[in-house]
Each structure stands twice: as structure tokens, then as C-alpha cells.
């Protein structure tokens, strides 16, 4: 975390787990978050989108080739799409930086309630819940981050995550905004 005094203790004694960082004792961690987190997701898309269509275009081709015998491995084109993105959060989440690479571009990163990093099924649960929720609850998943101090999506509710700047970007906004 960007600095020891960003976390509150359960009660005054030093024992216990913490909490999760406070927006009020280290705004630096917050600032700018939401808008910069829709980018992330927008750059996210295409790193998952790429792959998808260099597959697309490969197995028409495929197709071309065999007289249209190929076209039928157009059936796993779904499946693995979704197999890839789970593989993709995943890893991204349970990497060292505990970010996708559009968060990483952002200077994101995304923590457990308790402020530890992710690992590989947090990210996988992640993304998966992320799209199931989008997909029933448009636009209440989205529009839930505007009626919370942490401005957590839905879906970093259920699975008690929280999105961040990350140390070297916090370090940089509280070097030139005094918060305190």
C-alpha cells in the first residue's frame, strides 16, 4: 500500500485484521479511479478481442482451404472466447501487479477487502461475475459505484475487492496535493 497509516485497525488494539483502505485517510488511492478504470476496460477489450479475431480469421481461412470442411471449427470460436478471458483475468489479477494490462496502462491495481493482492480465481471469479451481471443487471452494476465512498462496482461488492490507484501513482498525487 502507499504508506503503513493507509489502513485502519477493527478496534484500537494492534490485533485483528484491517480494514479495507479508508477514501477518507488516503484519498491519493482514490482519485481519479472511475474514469481511468473505463479506459482500462476499453484496452482490456481489445487485448482480449485480438486474439479472438486473428482465430476468426484464421479459421475462415481454414475454411477457404478445405472447401468449407474448416468452417466447422467456427462452433469453438465461443467457448474458447470465453476460455481465454477467464484465462486472461486471471492471470492479469494473480499477477504481480494484480492488474489487467489496461489497468497496468492506468496505473490501477486491484486488491482483496483486507487490502492483500489478488491471486488467479479472484480474477477469474472477477471477470466472470463481472460479465454475468453486465449481461443482467445493465446498468445497475455500473451505477452502483456512484452511491459508495470506495466507488465499487457490484460485482467488486460480492467478492469484496476494491480498485485502487497503485503505490507509484498515489505516491505521486499525495507528493503534490497535501491531503492533510
Known sequence: ????????????????PPYAVDPILSPELFEGVLPRRVVAFLIDIVVIAVPVLVATIFVF???LVTLGLGWVLFWL???ATVIWAII????????????????QMVDL??????????YFVLGAVHGILFWVLISALTPLVLLVCFFNQRRRLLHDMV???IVINNERR???LQSFQPYR
Open 1 to 16: 500500500m502507499a504508506n503503513e497509516g493507509s489502513q485502519r485497525r477493527l478496534d484500537d488494539r494492534d490485533e485483528g
Open 61 to 63: 481461412l481454414f475454411g
Open 77 to 79: 470460436l465461443s467457448p
Open 88 to 103: 486472461y483475468y486471471g492471470l492479469t489479477f494473480g499477477g504481480p501487479q494484480s492488474a489487467t494490462i489496461g489497468m
Open 109 to 118: 491495481e486491484m486488491r482483496t477487502w483486507d487490502g492483500a493482492p489478488s
Open 159 to 161: 467478492l469484496g475487492t
Open 170 to 172: 498515489a505516491w505521486r
